[in-house]
C-alpha cells in the first residue's frame, strides 16, 4: 500500500491561472487523482489524461464485453489496432524475464478462482483445465493480428494500469505540465520535482515502514495488504502465500506495475532477481525487517521505526 495524502476534490477544475490543479476521478474501476503543475490550461490537461485512461479502458478491459481484448477472449483471434498488439506483445515478453513470476494469460485462472466473483475454490478437474489453458505461451502477435490457444484468456490487471499512467503523462508533460504526480489505485508515477511517499506496513496500512523521494519513476506495490485478495502464481495457478507485501521503483509505470509481481517469487528468490537485474524493490515481510535490493538502497530510503511482531 502506497501512503499519500489524499488530494482535493475539485468540482469544477480551478482556473488554469492557479498553476495549480488537484482532481479525482473513477477509472478501471478504482480511483485516479492528479496534482499537476504548469503553465497553460491545467483543467484540459487533465482532462485529455482522463480521456486517454478512457480510450485504454475502453480497448483492453475485459470487465467490458465490447472491448478489442474481449472480442479476443470471446473468439480466439482480432485484428486490432497495433498499439493493443504491441502491448500484449511487450506483456507477454515479460514473462519469462520474470521466470514466470507474472504472465499476462491468466483469465482461466482467474475465472476459476471466481477472482472477479468474491472467490471460490476450484475442484482438482476445474484447476486442471484452468492451468492448461494459461500461460503467455498461448499468445501470438503478429503484427496487428492477435491470437489465443487453447481457450485462454487475456488477464490486464496486472499491467494495463501501469501503461495507462505512462500514456496519461505523456498527454500531461505535451500540454505544458511540467510537475506532477498520478495515484492509480494506489500506483503513483511522479515527475519533474521530488514527491515524497511512504510504504506501509504489510498487517497495518496505517503505518509507513518507508518513506523515499520519487522523481521521474513510478511506486508499484503488490501484496495480499495492497488488493485486499490472493494474488495468484502462475507456476502453480494457486494463490500466492501470505507473506507480507513488495514495493518496486521503475522509470516507467508499466515496469512498475509488472515489476511488482515479483511478490509471486517471495522474498528470498525475489530479492535475489531483483539484485541480479538491477530493480529497486523492497521486501516487507509480516514478520522481521524490510529486506531491501541494493538499487532500492540507492534510493536513501528511510525506514520507519515499527515494534517488533512475533510470529503468530
Known sequence: MLVVPPPALLT????PARGTLDREALSMGTRLSLHLEGAGDLAAASEA???EAARIEGAC??????????RLNAQGHAEMDPEWAALLAQAKAWSPRMEGAFDPVLGRLVEAWGARMGGRVPSA?????????????H???QGD???LSGGAWIEEGGFVKGYALDRMKAKLVAAGVRFGWLNFGGQILAWGAPRAVSVADPLDRTRPRIALKLRDASLACSGDAVRGKHLLDPRSGRPCDPWGEVAVVAPSGFDADVLSKLFVL?????????????VAAAFLP???????????????????????????
Open 12 to 15: 469544477p477544475a480551478p482556473s
Open 49 to 51: 489524461a482522463l480521456q
Open 61 to 70: 478491459s475485459t470487465w467490458n464485453p465490447d472491448s478489442v481484448w474481449s
Open 125 to 137: 478437474e476445474e484447476l486442471a483445465n484452468a492451468r492448461t489453458a494459461s500461460g503467455e505461451s
Open 139 to 141: 499468445l501470438m502477435v
Open 145 to 147: 493480428s492477435v491470437s
Open 266 to 278: 517471495g522474498p528470498d528468490q525475489g530479492l535475489t532477481w531483483a539484485d541480479a537485474h538491477g
Open 286 to 312: 509480516n514478520t522481521g525487517a524490510p529486506r531491501l535490493s541494493r538499487a532500492f538502497l540507492a534510493l536513501h530510503p528511510v525506514l520507519i521505526p515499527f515494534p517488533t511482531r512475533s510470529p503468530e
